[in-house]
């Protein structure tokens, strides 16, 4: 069975930085050699947001423009693990972010920041950022 577990959420100032792990179980990374890997987040009161999506097989990744410039997805093979990191956070960024993974999704859906049906989902860390 696939578990993914986040970590590394926090409260941080304005300006700081996290960096958030996805840690995979029950699944080995590097047995497949094209995944698509992401993280999402979800505030109160709103939808869940896609924040950043690797697609392992080209190495391509795409970002949200509320974020991009400030975060970066990658990911560790040997750990079984991908990383999301953070910097100059904003009080916007506040939410509970989550993790996924898909093996079956292609690079087009999965680099569109529009595909949600992912096979794996982790229970989220909250991050919360003060102004």
């Known amino acids: 069975q696939v578990h993914l577990v986040e970590s590394g959420g926090d409260s941080v100032e304005a300006g700081g930085s996290l960096r958030l792990s996805c840690a995979a179980s029950?699944?080995?990374?590097?047995?497949?050699?094209?995944?698509?890997l992401a993280w999402f987040r979800q505030a109160p009161g709103k939808e869940r947001e896609a924040v950043a999506v690797?697609?392992?097989?080209?190495?391509?990744?795409a970002y949200a423009d509320s974020v991009k410039g400030r975060v970066t997805i990658s990911q560790d093979n040997a750990k079984n693990t991908n990383y999301l990191q953070m910097n100059s956070l904003k009080p916007e960024d506040t939410a509970m972010y989550y993790c996924?993974?898909?093996?079956?999704?292609?690079?087009?859906?999965?680099?569109?920041?529009?595909?949600?049906?992912?096979?794996?989902w982790g229970q989220g860390t909250q991050v919360t950022v003060s102004s």
């Open positions: 996924a993974a898909d093996v079956v999704v292609g690079s087009r859906s999965c680099l569109s920041l529009t595909f949600y049906d992912f096979s794996y």
């Open positions: 029950g699944f080995t990374y590097g047995f497949y050699r094209s995944k698509c």
């Open positions: 690797i697609y392992t097989g080209s190495g391509n990744s």
